[in-house]
């Protein structure tokens, strides 16, 4: 069976589209039973309701009180029939009161390499910092800002003449591949959360002729001739 999901966007609703996208090539086995949004401007709207899905839109304009306003989502969430809550874009911290209705079921992906760079202007945070690489996580949510038990993770390189728009373009287009695959475990039930770790079942270790590790810059740099290096002084 589908796993049934509810998807909470505030923005664009790109992931969301992903999400749509790979139900309808039947690499997802889910079913979104329901769209919704905290802004009424919201492109994410659009697209569910493209796609015929039903939204649902829940303001704190209409729900001035925090308790109110999550008791809303909730019960929105559940007279949907709702298994699984998927973040996608949705801009607020959610509270205990509405991370305990659904433990271990709200899903958010992030724009880097958790535990690494939380909160918000993380491809700024980054390219600050100087990492050489940079990435997107899929997360279990508690009841910490992107501190839940890490699903899966996607690695992008960080380029000297990155800016932060350049750097989330391409963490972007992870998100998009590794979410529907974080769902897709979820929904074939091979997902068991121990303490801060999520163990995914029936995972292949791989072969021996794959990298065991990512380098960037590439060790090549250190090949080229005596004559072309340059060494600083200390």
Same mark, same amino acid.
Not at 71 to 93: C, D, H, P, Q, Y
Not at 130 to 150: A, L, M, Q, R
Not at 177 to 190: H, K, M, N, T, V
């Given at each position: 069976?589908?796993?049934?999901?509810?998807?909470?966007?505030?923005?664009?609703?790109?992931?969301?589209?992903?999400?749509?996208?790979?139900?309808?090539?039947?690499?997802?086995?889910?079913?979104?039973?329901?769209?919704?949004?905290?802004?009424?401007?919201?492109?994410?709207?659009?697209?569910?309701?493209?796609?015929?899905?039903?939204?649902?839109?829940?303001?704190?304009?209409?729900?001035?009180?925090?308790?109110?306003?999550?008791?809303?989502?909730?019960?929105?969430?559940?007279?949907?029939?709702?298994?699984?809550?998927?973040?996608?874009?949705?801009?607020? +911290?959610?509270? /205990? &009161?509405?991370?305990?209705?659904?433990?271990?079921? !709200?899903? %958010?992906?992030? *724009? #880097?390499?958790?535990?690494?760079?939380?909160?918000?202007?993380?491809?700024?945070?980054?390219?600050?910092?100087?990492?050489?690489?940079?990435?997107?996580?899929?997360?279990?949510?508690?009841?910490?800002?992107?501190?839940?038990?890490?699903?899966?993770?996607?690695?992008?390189?960080?380029?000297?003449?990155?800016?932060?728009?350049?750097?989330?373009?391409?963490?972007?287009?992870?998100?998009?591949?590794?979410?529907?695959?974080?769902?897709?475990?979820?929904?074939?039930?091979?997902?068991?959360?121990?303490?801060?770790?999520?163990?995914?079942?029936?995972?292949?270790?791989?072969? +021996?002729?794959? /990298? &065991?590790?990512?380098?960037?810059?590439?060790?090549? !740099?250190? %090949?080229?001739? *005596? #004559?072309?290096?340059?060494?600083?002084?200390?």
């Amino acid at each position: 069976m589908p796993v049934s999901v509810g998807v909470m966007a505030s923005g664009r609703g790109t992931n969301l589209q992903a999400i749509i996208d790979a139900i309808a090539a039947r690499s997802l086995d889910a079913a979104i039973k329901v769209v919704i949004s905290d802004n009424p401007g919201a492109f994410a709207i659009g697209r569910a309701e493209k796609h015929g899905i039903k939204t649902a839109v829940v303001t704190k304009d209409q729900y001035p009180l925090n308790e109110d306003f999550e008791k809303k989502l909730i019960s929105t969430l559940n007279a949907s029939g709702v298994e699984l809550v998927a973040l996608a874009g949705f801009m607020r +911290v959610l509270s /205990p &009161l509405f991370i305990r209705a659904f433990p271990m079921r !709200i899903m %958010n992906v992030h *724009p #880097s390499l958790l535990p690494a760079f939380t909160g918000l202007s993380v491809q700024k945070k980054a390219l600050e910092y100087g990492v050489k690489f940079s990435g997107c996580t899929v997360h279990f949510v508690d009841e910490g800002v992107d501190t839940g038990p890490i699903i899966i993770q996607a690695v992008v390189k960080v380029m000297d003449d990155d800016t932060p728009e350049t750097l989330a373009e391409r963490i972007l287009l992870e998100e998009h591949r590794i979410y529907p695959q974080a769902i897709q475990l979820f929904s074939e039930g091979r997902l068991e959360v121990k303490g801060r770790k999520v163990f995914v079942h029936g995972v292949a270790r791989g072969t +021996v002729d794959e /990298p &065991l590790s990512l380098e960037n810059p590439l060790a090549t !740099i250190f %090949n080229s001739s *005596p #004559s072309k290096k340059t060494r600083k002084t200390r």
